[in-house]
């Protein structure tokens, strides 16, 4: 069964730095690699997609990469806002959702 | 872009009572739509996926005479949870498949908060 975990499970970091999550998964047969941002209380906002023979994509700020040989993929989030506080989750997709554990980020005003 | 709606946003009931929420695809037809529950602090845990005019798939540990789920049409899937106790207490999200030529994508509802007293 795929397993997908993220580290760090929690992040806090100054505005205007630049971070990477992190998102690692034990099976690498997937169809894609999805990250999403959870506000609390609230449903998933899809951020990127990547298919299983990109390497990344970007939009905006955030730059996500793949690499299924080694089961991991990061988030780059460059000059980072207080707006950007929120989880964040990874889900690597076969013919359902793996979830991971998510990321909780603060970022600091 | 693809939107799903759910109904209610959130609900108190009382333990012991039923409670049913809704999932829409408002935009495109879904034949497959999944049932996640999170509790807080944790990430979502497929419960059950829901086949348009066939019964739905449980994953395991989930029970399926506890949670119904009923997926009538193409764009609505219900998920009734009966006979709720406190510890049903959660947030319920659901996403709908979108199948467009070779492209699949799943797109996720806001999500329910349950709260059982």
């Known amino acids: 069964k795929q397993e997908v975990t993220q580290i760090p499970a929690a992040l806090s970091v100054p505005e205007g730095e630049n971070l990477v999550l992190n998102c690692s998964f034990t099976?690498?047969?997937?169809?894609?690699l999805q990250w999403f941002r959870q506000d609390p209380g609230k449903g998933l906002t899809s951020l990127l997609l990547?298919?299983?023979?990109?390497r990344e994509q970007t939009s905006g700020r955030l730059n996500a990469s793949l690499d299924k040989s080694s089961g991991r993929s990061t988030l780059y989030i460059a000059a980072s806002q207080p707006g950007d506080s929120a989880t964040y989750l990874c889900?690597?997709?076969?013919?359902?959702?793996?979830f991971g554990t998510g990321t909780s980020l603060t970022v600091i005003p | 872009g693809a939107v799903v709606s759910q109904h209610p946003s959130w609900v108190i009931c009382k333990s012991g009572t039923s409670v049913k929420i809704e999932c829409r695809s408002l935009?495109?037809?879904?034949?497959?739509m999944f049932w996640y529950r999170q509790f807080p602090k944790q990430s979502l845990m497929l419960m059950a996926t829901?086949?348009?005019?066939?019964?739905?798939?449980?994953e395991q540990g989930v029970e399926k005479d506890k949670f119904l789920i009923n997926h009538a049409s193409l764009t609505l899937s219900t998920l009734t949870v009966t006979s709720a106790h406190p510890e049903d207490s959660s947030f319920y999200i659901c996403?709908?498949?979108?199948?467009?030529?070779?492209?699949?994508?799943?797109?996720f509802g806001p999500g329910t908060r349950l709260t059982v007293l």
């Open positions: 829901s086949n348009e005019g066939s019964k739905a798939t449980y």
């Open positions: 996403s709908a498949r979108r199948l467009a030529g070779s492209a699949d994508t799943q797109y």
């Open positions: 990547i298919q299983s023979s990109q």
């Open positions: 099976d690498s047969a997937i169809y894609n």
């Open positions: 889900a690597a997709t076969g013919n359902q959702f793996y």
């Open positions: 935009d495109f037809q879904a034949t497959t």
